[in-house]
């Protein structure tokens, strides 16, 4: 069964511009998350998805959106980027909505310049 | 406010010994516990988790220890392998809330 896939790996931006970046669950995975990885902060979870609907979000400006579609896929995407936007992006899958237990894609390394 | 906490953020342990690495926790409500493994360049791996209703599970060569009264939990490597050297995060959660709180991360090095 492939893992969880993301897209791109890697982007390069200007402050300003917005960007949307896609993720593709685990096969039979229906619930969503994603997560910013900064070297100062850490792990910082951003929202999660179940059944095409938000269930959760974390504490990042509304510059940050995202949704789900009805195949499970999901985009995140970031609106007038700042230079402390530059992260990777991760996107964890789970079978359903309440699993404690995610799978990981290998992440978007995004740089704002 | 870091409401999960790695204190130690590197840790060298000798090839064949035991690891232990060490995860504190504010949160009285989290009720579920992981830990992930990272290389550089990819994102972080399942390992191992435990429910709050147990204080201890084992998967072959990892062992997770939870002490709810102190809040802290650790892992445990036993023999320890050069391929075990990467970061490792602690995460919990707790019921109603899909999203995981990380700690910090350890750097775990194997040195042959």
């Known amino acids: 069964k492939a893992g969880v896939t993301q897209t791109p790996r890697y982007l390069i931006k200007t402050r300003g511009q917005q960007v949307t970046l896609s993720c593709s669950p685990i096969?039979?995975?229906?619930?969503v998350s994603w997560y910013q990885q900064t070297p100062g902060q850490g792990l910082q979870f951003l929202f999660e998805?179940?059944?095409?609907?938000?269930?959760n979000k974390g504490n990042f400006p509304g510059r940050f959106s995202g949704r789900q579609f009805s195949n499970s896929r999901s985009e995140m995407n970031v609106s007038t980027l700042e230079l402390g936007d530059s992260a990777l992006y991760l996107c964890?899958?789970?079978?359903?909505?309440?699993?404690?237990?995610?799978?990981f894609g290998p992440g978007t390394r995004l740089t704002v310049t | 406010d870091q409401q999960v906490k790695q204190n130690s953020p590197s840790l060298s342990v000798q090839e064949g010994r035991i690891s232990i690495l060490n995860c504190d926790y504010t949160?009285?409500?989290?009720?579920?516990f992981l830990w992930y493994k990272k290389y550089p360049a990819e994102g972080p791996t399942f390992l191992i988790s435990?429910?709050?209703?147990?204080d201890k599970n084992e998967d072959g060569r990892f062992t997770v220890f939870l002490n709810k009264s102190a809040k802290h939990l650790s892992l445990h490597i036993v023999p320890s392998q050069p391929g075990d050297s990467a970061v490792y995060f602690c995460?919990?959660?707790?019921?109603?809330?899909?999203?995981?709180?990380f700690g910090q991360g350890t750097r775990l090095t194997i040195n042959p």
């Open positions: 435990i429910s709050s209703i147990k």
């Open positions: 096969s039979g995975h229906r619930s």
């Open positions: 995460a919990a959660s707790r019921s109603g809330a899909q999203k995981l709180v």
């Open positions: 998805y179940f059944s095409e609907t938000q269930r």
């Open positions: 949160n009285s409500m989290f009720d579920y």
């Open positions: 964890a899958s789970s079978l359903s909505e309440g699993e404690y237990e995610q799978y």
